[in-house]
T-cell receptor
Framework: ETGVTQSPTHLIKTRGQQVTLRCSSQ?????VSWYQQALGQGPQFIFQ???????GRGNFPPRFSGLQFPNYSSELNVNALELDDSALYLC?????????????FGPGTRLLVL | AQSVTQLGSHVSVSEGALVLLRCNYS??????LFWYVQYPNQGLQLLLK??????LVKGINGFEAEFKKSETSFHLTKPSAHMSDAAEYFC????????????FGKGTMLLVSP
Protein backbone atom coordinates (compact mmCIF):
# COMPACT_ATOMS: atom_id res chain seq x y z
CA GLU A 1 0.00 0.00 0.00
CA THR A 2 1.39 3.36 -1.05
CA GLY A 3 -1.31 5.53 0.52
CA VAL A 4 -2.21 6.94 -2.90
CA THR A 5 -5.71 6.28 -4.19
CA GLN A 6 -7.31 6.98 -7.56
CA SER A 7 -10.88 7.06 -8.80
CA PRO A 8 -12.56 5.70 -10.73
CA THR A 9 -10.74 2.44 -11.36
CA HIS A 10 -12.19 2.04 -14.84
CA LEU A 11 -13.94 4.41 -17.19
CA ILE A 12 -15.42 4.21 -20.68
CA LYS A 13 -15.94 7.36 -22.74
CA THR A 14 -16.62 8.18 -26.35
CA ARG A 15 -14.50 10.27 -28.66
CA GLY A 16 -14.96 13.99 -28.15
CA GLN A 17 -16.13 13.74 -24.55
CA GLN A 18 -14.38 15.16 -21.52
CA VAL A 19 -13.13 13.21 -18.51
CA THR A 20 -11.92 14.00 -14.99
CA LEU A 21 -9.72 11.57 -13.08
CA ARG A 22 -9.02 11.97 -9.39
CA CYS A 23 -6.11 11.21 -7.13
CA SER A 24 -5.74 11.38 -3.37
CA SER A 25 -2.13 11.72 -2.28
CA GLN A 26 -0.39 10.72 0.92
CA UNK A 27 -0.96 13.26 3.64
CA UNK A 28 1.73 15.92 3.60
CA UNK A 29 2.97 15.18 0.09
CA UNK A 30 3.40 18.50 -1.67
CA UNK A 31 4.00 17.18 -5.19
CA VAL A 32 1.82 15.15 -7.52
CA SER A 33 2.72 13.85 -10.96
CA TRP A 34 0.50 12.30 -13.59
CA TYR A 35 1.59 9.67 -16.10
CA GLN A 36 -0.07 8.00 -19.07
CA GLN A 37 0.72 4.34 -19.66
CA ALA A 38 -0.41 3.02 -23.00
CA LEU A 39 -0.79 -0.71 -23.43
CA GLY A 40 2.61 -2.40 -23.58
CA GLN A 41 4.53 0.80 -22.86
CA GLY A 42 6.21 2.44 -19.92
CA PRO A 43 4.52 5.39 -18.22
CA GLN A 44 4.91 8.76 -19.96
CA PHE A 45 5.07 11.95 -17.91
CA ILE A 46 2.12 14.29 -18.42
CA PHE A 47 2.70 17.03 -15.83
CA GLN A 48 3.62 17.71 -12.25
CA UNK A 49 2.10 20.01 -9.64
CA UNK A 50 3.96 21.42 -6.68
CA UNK A 51 2.05 23.33 -4.03
CA UNK A 52 -0.92 23.74 -6.38
CA UNK A 53 1.09 25.18 -9.28
CA UNK A 54 2.07 23.36 -12.46
CA UNK A 55 5.77 22.63 -12.13
CA GLY A 56 6.62 20.84 -15.34
CA ARG A 57 4.94 19.34 -18.36
CA GLY A 58 5.69 16.53 -20.74
CA ASN A 59 4.87 16.31 -24.42
CA PHE A 60 1.10 16.42 -24.06
CA PRO A 61 -1.31 18.92 -25.67
CA PRO A 62 -3.16 21.61 -23.70
CA ARG A 63 -6.34 19.56 -23.67
CA PHE A 64 -4.65 17.68 -20.83
CA SER A 65 -4.94 19.88 -17.75
CA GLY A 66 -4.76 19.44 -14.02
CA LEU A 67 -5.44 20.82 -10.61
CA GLN A 68 -3.93 20.22 -7.20
CA PHE A 69 -5.86 21.08 -4.05
CA PRO A 70 -4.71 22.00 -0.53
CA ASN A 71 -6.12 18.73 0.86
CA TYR A 72 -3.53 16.67 -1.10
CA SER A 73 -6.02 15.66 -3.78
CA SER A 74 -5.60 16.37 -7.47
CA GLU A 75 -7.38 16.03 -10.79
CA LEU A 76 -6.44 15.26 -14.36
CA ASN A 77 -8.83 16.63 -16.96
CA VAL A 78 -8.80 15.60 -20.59
CA ASN A 79 -10.95 17.43 -23.13
CA ALA A 80 -11.96 16.34 -26.61
CA LEU A 81 -11.02 12.72 -26.01
CA GLU A 82 -9.32 10.83 -28.80
CA LEU A 83 -9.06 7.09 -29.33
CA ASP A 84 -5.32 7.24 -28.53
CA ASP A 85 -6.10 8.58 -25.07
CA SER A 86 -7.09 5.05 -24.08
CA ALA A 87 -4.54 4.12 -21.43
CA LEU A 88 -3.86 3.57 -17.76
CA TYR A 89 -3.47 6.91 -16.01
CA LEU A 90 -1.25 6.90 -12.95
CA CYS A 91 -0.74 9.55 -10.36
CA UNK A 92 2.26 9.65 -8.09
CA UNK A 93 2.72 11.73 -4.99
CA UNK A 94 5.94 12.70 -3.33
CA UNK A 95 7.36 14.89 -0.64
CA UNK A 96 10.20 17.07 -1.76
CA UNK A 97 12.62 17.43 1.12
CA UNK A 98 16.11 18.58 0.31
CA UNK A 99 17.67 15.94 -1.92
CA UNK A 100 15.27 13.19 -1.03
CA UNK A 101 12.22 12.35 -3.08
CA UNK A 102 10.45 9.14 -3.91
CA UNK A 103 7.32 9.01 -6.00
CA UNK A 104 4.56 6.73 -4.70
CA PHE A 105 2.11 5.55 -7.31
CA GLY A 106 -1.58 4.93 -7.09
CA PRO A 107 -3.24 1.90 -8.70
CA GLY A 108 -4.30 3.89 -11.75
CA THR A 109 -7.46 4.61 -13.70
CA ARG A 110 -7.96 2.64 -16.87
CA LEU A 111 -9.63 4.80 -19.52
CA LEU A 112 -11.13 3.36 -22.67
CA VAL A 113 -12.18 5.77 -25.41
CA LEU A 114 -14.56 4.37 -28.02
CA ALA B 1 17.53 14.91 -21.79
CA GLN B 2 17.60 11.54 -20.14
CA SER B 3 16.48 8.17 -21.46
CA VAL B 4 16.32 4.54 -20.41
CA THR B 5 16.71 1.38 -22.47
CA GLN B 6 15.58 -1.95 -21.11
CA LEU B 7 17.01 -4.86 -23.05
CA GLY B 8 14.49 -7.59 -23.62
CA SER B 9 10.75 -7.07 -23.49
CA HIS B 10 10.36 -10.55 -21.98
CA VAL B 11 12.67 -12.59 -19.77
CA SER B 12 11.88 -16.18 -18.80
CA VAL B 13 13.49 -18.00 -15.89
CA SER B 14 12.83 -21.13 -13.90
CA GLU B 15 11.89 -20.94 -10.27
CA GLY B 16 15.10 -20.80 -8.23
CA ALA B 17 17.20 -19.44 -11.08
CA LEU B 18 19.02 -16.13 -11.17
CA VAL B 19 17.02 -13.14 -12.33
CA LEU B 20 18.83 -10.49 -14.39
CA LEU B 21 16.93 -7.59 -15.92
CA ARG B 22 19.01 -5.12 -17.89
CA CYS B 23 18.74 -1.36 -17.87
CA ASN B 24 21.00 1.20 -19.54
CA TYR B 25 20.52 4.91 -19.11
CA SER B 26 21.54 8.08 -20.84
CA UNK B 27 21.89 11.26 -18.86
CA UNK B 28 23.86 14.46 -19.21
CA UNK B 29 24.26 14.77 -15.44
CA UNK B 30 24.59 12.22 -12.65
CA UNK B 31 21.23 10.50 -12.52
CA UNK B 32 18.97 9.07 -9.92
CA LEU B 33 17.82 5.60 -10.97
CA PHE B 34 14.84 3.52 -9.94
CA TRP B 35 13.33 0.11 -10.46
CA TYR B 36 9.57 -0.29 -10.17
CA VAL B 37 7.46 -3.45 -10.38
CA GLN B 38 3.93 -3.62 -11.74
CA TYR B 39 1.69 -6.58 -11.07
CA PRO B 40 -1.29 -7.16 -13.37
CA ASN B 41 -3.96 -4.49 -13.08
CA GLN B 42 -2.03 -2.63 -10.41
CA GLY B 43 0.04 0.52 -10.14
CA LEU B 44 3.79 0.76 -9.76
CA GLN B 45 5.61 -0.31 -6.62
CA LEU B 46 9.11 0.95 -5.88
CA LEU B 47 11.67 -1.86 -5.62
CA LEU B 48 14.78 0.22 -5.06
CA LYS B 49 16.47 3.48 -5.93
CA UNK B 50 19.99 4.80 -6.47
CA UNK B 51 20.68 8.36 -5.34
CA UNK B 52 24.48 8.62 -5.55
CA UNK B 53 25.25 6.89 -2.26
CA UNK B 54 26.34 3.22 -2.40
CA UNK B 55 26.59 1.83 -5.92
CA LEU B 56 25.08 -1.49 -4.85
CA VAL B 57 21.49 -0.89 -3.83
CA LYS B 58 19.39 -3.42 -2.00
CA GLY B 59 15.64 -3.32 -2.38
CA ILE B 60 12.57 -5.19 -1.31
CA ASN B 61 11.77 -8.84 -2.01
CA GLY B 62 15.44 -9.80 -2.31
CA PHE B 63 16.19 -7.63 -5.35
CA GLU B 64 19.31 -5.55 -5.76
CA ALA B 65 20.86 -3.41 -8.46
CA GLU B 66 24.34 -2.11 -9.13
CA PHE B 67 25.08 1.32 -10.57
CA LYS B 68 27.97 1.18 -13.04
CA LYS B 69 28.83 4.61 -14.35
CA SER B 70 31.41 3.34 -16.85
CA GLU B 71 28.78 1.11 -18.44
CA THR B 72 25.83 3.51 -17.86
CA SER B 73 23.97 0.53 -16.49
CA PHE B 74 21.71 -0.24 -13.55
CA HIS B 75 20.83 -3.91 -13.93
CA LEU B 76 18.39 -5.56 -11.53
CA THR B 77 19.19 -8.98 -10.06
CA LYS B 78 17.78 -11.53 -7.67
CA PRO B 79 19.67 -14.73 -6.78
CA SER B 80 16.66 -17.03 -6.79
CA ALA B 81 13.39 -16.40 -8.60
CA HIS B 82 10.03 -17.10 -7.00
CA MET B 83 6.77 -17.62 -8.80
CA SER B 84 5.49 -14.46 -7.13
CA ASP B 85 8.18 -12.40 -8.92
CA ALA B 86 6.31 -12.76 -12.21
CA ALA B 87 5.41 -9.20 -13.14
CA GLU B 88 6.51 -6.32 -15.33
CA TYR B 89 9.57 -4.37 -14.25
CA PHE B 90 10.35 -0.80 -15.19
CA CYS B 91 13.62 1.03 -14.93
CA UNK B 92 13.38 4.81 -14.59
CA UNK B 93 15.73 7.77 -14.41
CA UNK B 94 15.39 11.26 -13.05
CA UNK B 95 17.91 14.04 -13.29
CA UNK B 96 17.75 15.17 -9.71
CA UNK B 97 15.57 15.14 -6.70
CA UNK B 98 13.06 17.85 -6.10
CA UNK B 99 10.85 18.99 -8.99
CA UNK B 100 12.05 15.99 -10.93
CA UNK B 101 10.15 13.73 -13.27
CA UNK B 102 10.68 10.10 -14.04
CA UNK B 103 11.55 8.86 -17.50
CA PHE B 104 10.68 5.19 -17.81
CA GLY B 105 11.89 2.40 -20.00
CA LYS B 106 9.41 0.28 -21.92
CA GLY B 107 9.44 -2.44 -19.32
CA THR B 108 10.50 -6.07 -19.11
CA MET B 109 7.99 -8.79 -18.40
CA LEU B 110 9.46 -11.44 -16.12
CA LEU B 111 8.01 -14.91 -16.58
CA VAL B 112 8.78 -17.56 -13.94
CA SER B 113 8.16 -21.21 -14.69
CA PRO B 114 7.96 -24.03 -12.13
Amino acid sequence: ETGVTQSPTHLIKTRGQQVTLRCSSQSGHNTVSWYQQALGQGPQFIFQYYREEENGRGNFPPRFSGLQFPNYSSELNVNALELDDSALYLCASSLVQGNSETQYFGPGTRLLVL
Amino acid sequence: AQSVTQLGSHVSVSEGALVLLRCNYSSSVPPYLFWYVQYPNQGLQLLLKYTSAATLVKGINGFEAEFKKSETSFHLTKPSAHMSDAAEYFCAVSLNSGYSTLTFGKGTMLLVSP
